[in-house]
């Protein structure tokens, strides 16, 4: 299993949750450094108030066994399209760039490095932005971001199916932003040809790391996910991380690790997708496993 790229220099020892306790209770034992086999722990912010996003990172952070903050920036965008004009397609994307980016201090605060993702309606987001907008939203705010010294690790959730991927992950790594190819499917699995296929796309458009997320209809469609993130694993350069979502994919996120997935995404109250796990419980168990 290769390491995400952007975790901090610090992320080695992590602190030990105690599953008998409470959800926020940490462990008095002394923090062990991490198997390098454990997968990095992900877990989304979807807050839309600056006060209430800085309270979730700092909640998350104060966890000591998260590694990385997703701030899922659609909420907001979707709020603020929302008030500024009900009416569809009268999105303003650098204006709503500007707007993510007056939020982004209180998302850094934490400590943690900043996974900042754009999702669409299609891949189970609440932003309804054009192709176009999709694309010159993110431009914006990479361009944005290299004007915050705040000494933050960001890194850019990039949508591979989308025209202008290849552009983003270009912009992103002239400005030092590490890519998270990602690709969804919430009716169903991919074939193993077609993920595989999808995995090598997402290496050859020059991400730094290749995401991708199935529904499950039986647990086969679970071990043809986990079977073809191995091999991709195996195959390619780069991490990679497959997720098989819902009650039915949950050994994914526990046992991924073992099939080379980079990381495992956990849930610290509201949910970002069909099957995360609280974080409390997953990173006890990531623990046993993994030490």
């Not at 993510?100 to 490095?113: C, I, N, Y």
């Not at 819902?246 to 949910?271: I, K, P, Y």
Request: glycine letters at 10%; aromatic letters at 4%.
């Amino acid at each position: 299993m290769k390491q995400l790229p952007f975790l901090n220099d610090a992320a080695g020892p992590r602190s030990v949750l105690d599953s008998s306790a409470a959800a926020t209770t940490l462990s008095a034992a002394t923090p062990a450094v991490a198997d390098p086999r454990r997968p990095a722990i992900i877990v989304p912010v979807q807050a839309t108030a600056p006060d209430e996003i800085a309270r979730q990172c700092s909640a998350i952070a104060d966890t000591g066994a998260v590694d990385v903050i997703e701030w899922r920036i659609d909420p907001v965008i979707a709020g603020i399209t929302k008030s500024r004009d009900p009416k569809p397609g009268a999105a303003d994307p650098q204006g709503l760039a500007e707007a993510v980016l007056g939020f982004a201090s209180h998302v850094s605060a934490a400590g943690l490095p900043v996974l900042i993702t754009l999702r669409t309606g299609y891949e189970g987001g609440s932003a309804e932005v054009s192709e176009e907008d999709y694309t010159e939203i993110l431009r914006a705010i990479i361009t944005g971001l290299a004007g915050i010294t705040s000494g933050a690790v960001w890194a850019l959730d990039v949508e591979i199916d989308r025209g202008g991927a290849a552009e983003l992950i270009g912009a992103a790594h002239n400005h030092g932003i590490s890519v998270v190819a990602s690709h969804h499917n919430f009716a169903g699995t991919d074939s193993a040809e077609a993920l595989a296929t999808m995995f090598a796309a997402m290496a050859e458009a020059g991400a730094d790391v290749a995401k991708i997320a199935m529904m499950p209809t039986s647990s086969a469609d679970v071990a043809e996910l986990l079977r073809s993130t191995a091999l991709a694993e195996d195959d390619l350069e780069i991490p990679v991380l497959g997720i098989s979502m819902g009650q039915l994919g949950r050994a994914s996120r526990v046992m991924g690790a073992d099939f080379g997935s980079c990381a495992t995404f956990a849930q610290l109250g509201e949910s970002s997708a069909p099957g995360q796990i609280a974080v409390a419980d997953l990173a006890g168990m990531i623990d046993r496993l993994y030490g």
